[in-house]
């Protein structure tokens, strides 16, 4: 039996990209000859909470600032939870694990690693952390919170067997700091679970108005600023359109400010995995966006949840090469880099509504050639 514990920041109870993630491998990978430990720091108490079964343990503790919109709250807060996890630890008997797998965006995971008894450790990369900060001017470069968080970051790296990023581009970055610490660089895209998708059938109205869809965080990378334009022109021009926000995010309240006197813009809390593929089907589009200080070719997980239901999207993403390629090759929707181009994208659709008709079509059908469970679990496992 393989022995594989992960680590992240993100699982049960939190309702997001990242935690499903997680979520739909280890649901793939328990059909195997895995016994799988998860530690994770967004438990639903300050105390450990443990579940056993006969080949999952969970082990789970509350930072309570894991959604807060201060980062040096989140990262207090991460760090006095691994320690926690830590001590935990330390008391008990854990078999050696074959295998360490590290989700970040938490950058900390290295604290906990000096305990743990491994064979192998990789990490898979989210966010860039600290060069994300550093791009969106949250911290300076040269100011004391990017050495801090740049030791941390090495601090990982330095642990490191191997380390998966979401993009070629990333593999750039890691480039000189494989070459210190001897890790083994390759790409793994963000995957989904394509089995158990909701079977509804969505009755088409006449005179619609049409719905789009943005799930997930909205925060500092996502724009808020640029979904409020979006929404504004639409309502400017008389284009008939709903729009529909599920999610969090530190940017969430000042999105619901600025559409405060709007009557078709509607927002609601994380759903379930399930409630959340049956909203996909009953929308139009999908919006993805992200910022122009968003440097890597960011690959945001919602973009999967709209594919796997073959689902028009509207990305707007300043110079992802990755995405353009993905959107454009497949026909998934309508991809912008500049600004000027987005709200072209908006006009082509409003005036003419056929254009929509044969995009997204083929999105289950790439999810499963190159974003499923399947090719994460070849890479990740060499599970064919």
């Not at 967004?42 to 579940?51: A, M, P, Y």
């Amino acid at each position: 039996m393989y022995h594989l514990c992960i680590l992240t920041s993100h699982f049960y109870p939190v309702k997001s990209s990242c935690s499903s993630l997680f979520k739909d491998l280890i649901k793939s990978l328990l059909k195997h000859d895995f016994k799988i430990t998860i530690m994770t720091i967004s438990g639903t108490k300050n105390k450990i909470k443990i579940i056993n079964t006969k080949k999952l343990t969970y082990v789970g503790i509350n930072n309570e600032n894991l959604k807060s919109s201060k980062n040096y709250k989140r990262a207090i807060g991460d760090i006095v939870s691994i320690f926690k996890l830590m001590n935990f630890y330390s008391k008990k008997n854990f078999s050696v694990f074959d295998q360490v797998l590290i989700y970040t965006p938490s950058i900390f995971w290295g604290i906990l690693l000096l305990k743990l008894k491994k064979k192998i450790v990789s990490i898979k990369l989210g966010d860039l952390y600290p060069k994300w900060l550093v791009d969106h001017n949250i911290i300076g470069k040269l100011s004391l919170s990017h050495f801090f968080l740049k030791f941390f970051e090495l601090f990982l790296y330095y642990q490191a067997d191997n380390i998966f990023v979401q993009t070629k581009k990333d593999v750039n970055y890691l480039s000189n700091y494989s070459k210190i610490f001897r890790f083994n660089t390759k790409v793994i895209y963000n995957w989904i679970d394509t089995n158990n998708l909701p079977n509804l059938k969505i009755i088409k109205k006449k005179n619609k108005y049409l719905r789009f869809l943005f799930l997930g965080v909205v925060g500092v990378a996502q724009d808020h600023n640029l979904l409020f334009k979006i929404i504004k022109y639409c309502n400017d021009n008389n284009y008939k359109s709903t729009f529909y926000f599920i999610g969090s995010g530190s940017q969430k309240e000042d999105l619901i400010r600025l559409t405060s006197t709007y009557k078709n813009v509607f927002f609601f809390s994380e759903k379930s995995i399930f409630q959340m593929h049956t909203i996909v089907k009953k929308c139009d589009i999908c919006l993805s966006t992200l910022s122009k200080n968003f440097y890597s070719e960011n690959f945001p997980g919602k973009i999967l949840s709209y594919m796997v239901n073959n689902k028009p999207i509207l990305v707007h993403s300043p110079n992802n090469n990755f995405l353009r390629d993905l959107i454009d090759n497949h026909s998934l929707g309508f991809y912008s880099s500049e600004e000027k181009d987005l709200f072209l994208n908006i006009d082509l659709i409003f005036k003419n509504l056929h254009s929509l008709k044969n995009k997204g079509q083929n999105g289950l059908k790439v999810v499963e050639k190159y974003f499923s469970c399947e090719n994460a679990k070849k890479i990740l496992f060499n599970i064919k």
